[in-house]
């Protein structure tokens, strides 16, 4: 039994909810469920990580979730895939038989990976391509979702050099949706240059990318920004000095191109909005090396 039927159904749902609330979700929705022949049927069981659904006939697990903190489980990425760890040190418990089964069944089942406190992205269609008990874990790879919206299907990508294509772009995504978990609270959940408060229009942008060596994955490595403010200073037409303050490139001062532009540039010389808690404050010296190439454009 592969319980094709609920595995599509939770797909769909999920789609719907990230179609409302942006690739991360809250757990509050997620505890809610979704709608399977008349049954409430949850999406994950965030207590145990390993998650079987009580609607579902087969053996195979539907969910499995890393937790914000990484306190149960600690996911190790690799050029292959998530290498996830079983439940407890017994593999024949249920929960491990659960996740090995969805290995022999070759089904697809989905990932949530906690981003912020509450807060999960799910990564699907998952599947487990290697069982490894005596390390008391498994290989997570990822296939796509293909076909029209009302009848998309999981692919299990087989290609070798396709697959480890697909896990690079969702290791970045994973990356990617902590870095703003981390960021994000620590700025109110606001932009810190225009105040901006609607999160799904919020980003977390690199001070150093985090492909320079200074570039580490840190809340002060970081600020939160709207989306044309995060554009604007990835593209060195914003900056942000070592004293805080916002200065708008030449280029855009001297244009004169509609209300939108006439806004940014009315945040030059603005000092950004900064966490609380000084260790989250942007590093001076990142900022500093930074400025230096925004002054050099």
Not at 66 to 77: L, M, T
Not at 277 to 295: I, S
């Amino acid at each position: 039994m592969r319980d094709d039927d609920v595995r599509s159904s939770c797909f769909a749902a999920l789609d719907v909810l990230q179609a409302k609330w942006g690739p991360d979700i809250p757990y509050a929705a997620l505890v809610e469920g979704f709608n399977f022949r008349a049954r409430r049927v949850p999406f994950l069981n965030r207590a145990f990580g390993i998650y079987r659904a009580s609607a579902q006939r087969g053996p195979a697990a539907l969910s499995v979730n890393s937790s914000y903190k990484q306190d149960r489980y600690q996911d190790e990425q690799t050029p292959e895939g998530v290498l996830y760890r079983y439940q407890g040190v017994d593999p024949e418990n249920h929960f491990n038989r659960w996740l090995r089964n969805a290995h022999v069944l070759d089904v697809p089942l989905v990932y949530f990976v906690g981003t912020r406190p509450n807060w999960y992205r799910p990564f699907y269609p998952t599947f487990v391509e290697r069982d490894i008990p005596d390390e008391l874990r498994v290989l997570l790879t990822f296939g796509r979702m293909r076909g029209s919206y009302d009848e998309r299907e999981p692919v299990h990508i087989t290609d070798a050099i396709e697959r480890r294509y697909e896990v690079g772009l969702v290791k970045k995504r994973i990356h990617q949706a902590q870095f703003r978990g981390a960021v994000l609270p620590a700025y109110r959940e606001r932009c810190a240059i225009c105040r901006l408060r609607e999160v799904r229009l919020l980003d977390a942008a690199h001070i150093v990318a985090d492909t320079e060596e200074a570039g580490e994955p840190t809340i002060s490595n970081g600020l939160s920004l709207c989306s044309i403010h995060h554009r604007a200073y990835d593209e060195d037409l914003v900056g942000v000095a070592p004293d805080l303050r916002v200065h708008v490139s030449r280029r855009l001062l001297d244009d004169d191109d509609g209300p939108m532009l006439a806004v940014l540039k009315g945040f030059n010389g603005v000092t950004i909005a900064t966490p609380s808690k000084k260790a989250w404050r942007p590093n001076p010296d990142r900022l500093g090396m930074r400025f230096e190439r925004f002054l050099a454009t």
